[in-house]
């Protein structure tokens, strides 16, 4: 069952790489090995804008979350019992289980009520998709890091503010370095859920900012071009290697940490 699953999975992923060095431009027909369609896809600039625009919007989105998910989780897990600490828990992970439709058409009301109340956003576009990015991603990032700090030893952090550390101190050079595994892995999953929203980015952007599913799926309701093939191959291409790198990484440093306790262990 275990390999069923993983061919359901994985084999269109296949089908599909292999399609994209079709030279026909019909996606079902198969007319030889041809790379023609990477070429045009680096001659459209739509495309490439759209990409452009994704990896921005994802990159600044996913950094803003962390900030803000980190000081959710610190108000979640750090402060004692205070009156509305329940509801704000609630409203902190509702994205998570809330409709990307409902969270999108809120947030185009909130715009548009902005608009006419302060006379911002007069146009919607990157800033107002950024917006909603980092509003749902910020969730996730809270979860991730909450779980983080609920594992931490506290007295580490008590010992060093007996010894003078202020609390600031103690959050950069103890706090920090502990949690900065979940921060990392905060920021790449939202970086990799606002690289791949659809639903609310439809709602919140403007004429001046279509992000790359949007421009993948009304391309595909026109029809699936090899082009998107081609681009659907070097995303997993990308994904692949950055995932190959980190697996490299962690090996590396598991090897040199054996290695260490070998040296501690040797008389």
């Given at each position: 069952m275990l390999i069923l699953g993983l061919l359901f999975l994985y084999l269109p992923m296949v089908v599909l790489v292999v399609y994209s060095f079709n030279s026909s431009r019909l996606v079902t027909v198969w007319a030889g090995f041809s790379g023609r369609w990477y070429l045009e896809l680096l001659r459209?600039?739509?495309i490439l804008a759209a990409v452009w625009t994704s990896l921005r919007i994802a990159f600044f989105s996913a950094t803003m979350a962390v900030c803000l998910g980190t000081l959710a989780a610190f108000v979640m897990t750090r402060f004692g019992r205070f009156r509305g600490k329940t509801a704000l828990s609630s409203m902190i992970t509702a994205p998570l289980v809330m409709p990307e439709v409902i969270t999108g058409l809120s947030l185009l009301l909130l715009f548009?009520?902005?608009?006419?109340?302060?006379?911002?956003?007069?146009d919607r576009g990157m800033a107002t998709i950024w917006i909603a990015h980092t509003t749902f991603?910020?969730?996730y990032v809270a979860v991730v890091v909450s779980s983080r700090l609920r594992e931490v030893d506290r007295s580490i952090e008590e010992?060093?503010?007996?010894?003078?550390?202020?609390p600031v101190k103690t959050f950069f050079q103890i706090t920090l370095p502990v949690i900065a595994p979940a921060l990392?892995?905060?920021?790449?999953?939202?970086?990799?859920?606002?690289?791949d929203d659809l639903v609310i980015a439809s709602f919140v952007s403007g004429p001046g900012a279509?992000?790359?599913?949007?421009?993948?799926?009304?391309?595909?309701r026109m029809g699936v071009s090899p082009k998107i093939n081609a681009l659907a191959t070097l995303i997993i291409l990308a994904v692949s290697?950055?995932?190959f790198i980190a697996w490299y990484l962690m090996r590396r440093s598991e090897a040199r940490?054996?290695?260490a306790l070998r040296q501690q262990e040797t008389p």
């Open positions: 459209d600039r739509q548009v009520q902005m608009a006419q109340i302060v006379g911002w956003p007069a991603c910020s969730a010992a060093a503010m007996d010894l003078g550390a202020p990392a892995a905060g920021w790449l999953l939202a970086f990799t859920l606002s690289l279509t992000t790359l599913p949007m421009v993948v799926f009304s391309s595909v290697l950055a995932t940490r054996l290695a």
